[in-house]
């Protein structure tokens, strides 16, 4: 069965940086697209990227470009989202969810998601 | 990039219909024929219901049905089930720099 199992949960200081990892089982990683996704809390879907497996390719929302960055390792079958300059309003569950196409994206598994918290 | 516009609240008696808007522009929901929709339950994954527009993926009920008409897709709910009440959101694809856009979520209640 499909399982992406995220890193647990980070607690940071403003004007750090987090890594989180995403681990993909029970399908071929190469094979589909993976993006992330936040939610602060109480708070709607904010799309933040997404990355080729395959080639590494990367894509990410205009409002992250220069402190975001997702990279992979096909050998563990894992993607990372790496989030720098951290504020609090980067006080969010971060999730990742895998995409067959790359565009118009559907995606049909999630990650339990991840919540960083950033607080002096 | 702002997130599409989507109605707060969306509530309904059992057994009734609701439809739930989305709303964009012309680079996104009205330019592409890319737009899905998400249920959450509170605490939860989110959970694929529709996608392009009108698809649903194996497993999910055929009370859910979505549609497009220019700028606005609609999720369309029939015979509500208490199961039902949760946040949706819709998304869709976008030709701006920012490829992929969220609504705002709607929060459907079953009175």
């Known amino acids: 069965q499909v399982q992406l199992v995220q890193s647990g949960a980070e607690v940071k200081k403003p004007g750090a940086s987090v890594k989180v990892s995403c681990k993909a089982s029970?399908?071929?990683?190469?094979?589909?697209?993976m993006h992330w996704v936040r939610q602060a809390p109480g708070q709607g879907l904010e799309w933040m990227g997404l990355i080729n497996p395959n080639s590494g390719s990367t894509n990410y929302a205009q409002k992250f470009q220069g402190r975001i960055t997702m990279t992979r390792d096909t050998s563990t079958s894992t993607v990372y989202m790496e989030l720098s300059s951290l504020r609090s309003e980067d006080t969010a569950a971060y999730f990742c969810a895998r995409d067959q196409r790359g565009f118009g994206a559907h995606l049909d598994y999630w990650g339990l998601g991840t919540l960083v918290t950033v607080s002096s | 990039q702002s997130a599409l516009t989507q109605p707060a609240s969306v509530s309904g008696s059992p057994g009734q219909s609701i439809t739930i808007s989305c709303t964009g522009t012309?680079?996104?929901?009205?330019?592409?024929?890319?737009v899905s929709w998400y249920q959450q339950h509170t605490g939860k994954t989110p959970k694929l219901m529709i996608y392009?527009?009108?698809n649903r993926p194996s497993g999910v009920s055929n009370r859910f049905s979505g549609s497009k008409s220019g700028d606005t897709a609609s999720l369309t709910i029939s015979g509500l089930q208490a199961e039902d009440e949760a946040d949706y959101y819709c998304?869709?694809?976008?030709?701006?720099?920012?490829?992929?856009?969220f609504g705002t979520g709607t929060k459907v209640t079953v009175l």
């Open positions: 998304s869709s694809y976008s030709s701006s720099s920012t490829l992929e856009v």
């Open positions: 392009d527009v009108s």
């Open positions: 012309s680079s996104d929901v009205g330019g592409y024929n890319y």
């Open positions: 029970g399908y071929t990683f190469t094979s589909y697209f």
